[in-house]
């Protein structure tokens, strides 16, 4: 398998050969373990471990490997071990504040081109939850697609209703309702996948994530599970994030299911997932207006008017109140930790703990 089938492309080469390595191989990092790594070249999956230069250099999780990530490295045991020395610079990066109320990052997944945001149409649908998940694509200048799951469990009829509640207010995406019980959609889903283009699954528990990957590899390789029936979640099968190659051309990463999405320092993707409110900003009377109570805010003003509902002005609020928040305790806690040198003994156990998310 070329490089190019596993996404590295010309902006990806350009990086390379600025790098200061050339002694090393390149390769893509397929899986992050409990205790090791999983990367891939042309020939085969191969166990990784990290240098402690990269380990004890890094100054946070942004500076250790996620999947996705292009990596330099060196092979030993006849190509059985990789020792990864660099991260390549990254096209793009999904992250979030870890679950909990520890302010640090988790990197989800790297170099992705199509995020696909999951939701069951049946126990799992809510807008504001999704809008979420946009921010977070949306930050990195990745394409988000919003995959309705189990559409062979609720009417046509409450589906339409779904999708236009999507639509009136997140308009401007792509949106597919399928099954991977009745298989309805799926093609829709088969015709987004490109050679050489990486796409991440996201999405709370049990909504079917993996399920839809062993749909497309044709197997059910991956391990998936019956929902609880009391309240119709999931129950975290998926521990890790991976990254599968699909037959068709293409990859997609796994993640496990996640309880609570917070985001972090979200300037970007809050004015592209919200570009309805900043427009309307533009006839704020003040600049530097923050859409609370000044007078002549044209906000407010659609929110009383009812052209905006009252309910996506307040998670507008509520997301950007807590990505300020969190990013500031964050630069708070790197400071600090900085400073008595806890960086690394944190990440260490972070890196452990997060697995159990
Ligand atoms: N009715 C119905 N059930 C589905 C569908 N897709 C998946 N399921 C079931 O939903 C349950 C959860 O599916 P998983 O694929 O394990 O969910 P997941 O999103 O990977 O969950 P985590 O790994 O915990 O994040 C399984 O019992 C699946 O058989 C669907 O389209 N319709
Ligand atoms: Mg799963
Ligand atoms: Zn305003």
């Not at 919200?274 to 407010?300: W, Y």
């Amino acid at each position: 398998m070329k490089l190019e089938e596993l996404g590295f492309d010309d902006w990806f080469q350009k990086r390379w050969s600025s790098s200061r390595v050339h002694e090393y191989s390149v390769a893509r990092l397929t899986a992050v373990n409990k205790d090791n790594y999983i990367i891939r070249n042309e020939e085969a999956e191969i166990p990784a471990e990290v240098t402690g230069k990269l380990m004890y250099g890094a100054r946070s999780n942004l500076d250790l490997p996620a999947v996705g990530d292009w990596v330099c490295v060196q092979y030993f045991n006849e190509n059985t071990l990789a020792i990864i020395h660099e991260i390549l610079p990254r096209k793009s990066l999904l992250k979030r504040k870890v679950a909990g109320k520890k302010i640090e990052l988790q990197l989800i997944a790297s170099n992705i081109d199509f995020a696909f945001i999951m939701q069951s149409v049946e126990f799992d649908f809510n807008l504001r939850r999704l809008e979420r998940y946009l921010i977070m694509a949306n930050e990195s200048h990745i394409k988000p697609v919003i995959l309705l799951s189990k559409r062979d469990l609720i009417s046509a009829e409450d589906l339409k209703k779904e999708i236009r509640a999507i639509k009136s207010t997140n308009p401007g995406y792509e949106i597919i309702a399928f099954s991977n019980k009745t298989d309805e959609g799926l093609e829709g889903i088969q015709k987004l996948l490109q050679r050489g283009k990486t796409y991440c699954l996201l999405g709370s528990s049990g909504v079917g994530k993996t399920t839809l990957i062993n749909k497309l590899i044709g197997e059910n390789k991956y391990a998936t599970a019956a929902i609880r029936e009391k309240d119709g979640r999931g129950r975290h099968v998926s521990a890790r994030r991976q990254l599968v190659i699909l037959n068709q051309g293409g990859m997609i990463i796994d993640t496990p299911g996640m309880r609570e999405l917070g985001n972090v320092g979200v300037h970007t993707g809050l004015s592209k997932t919200f570009a309805d409110i900043v427009s309307l900003a533009q006839d704020c009377r003040f600049k530097n207006c923050m859409h609370m109570d000044e007078p002549g805010c044209a906000v407010t003003e659609a929110v009383k008017k009812g052209k905006m509902p009252a309910t996506r002005y307040q998670n507008y609020l509520k997301i950007r109140r807590e990505s300020e928040f969190h990013e500031m305790s964050y630069l708070e806690r790197r400071r600090r930790d900085k400073k008595f040198g806890k960086i690394v003994k944190s990440i260490m156990k972070d890196k452990k703990k997060e697995e159990m998310e």
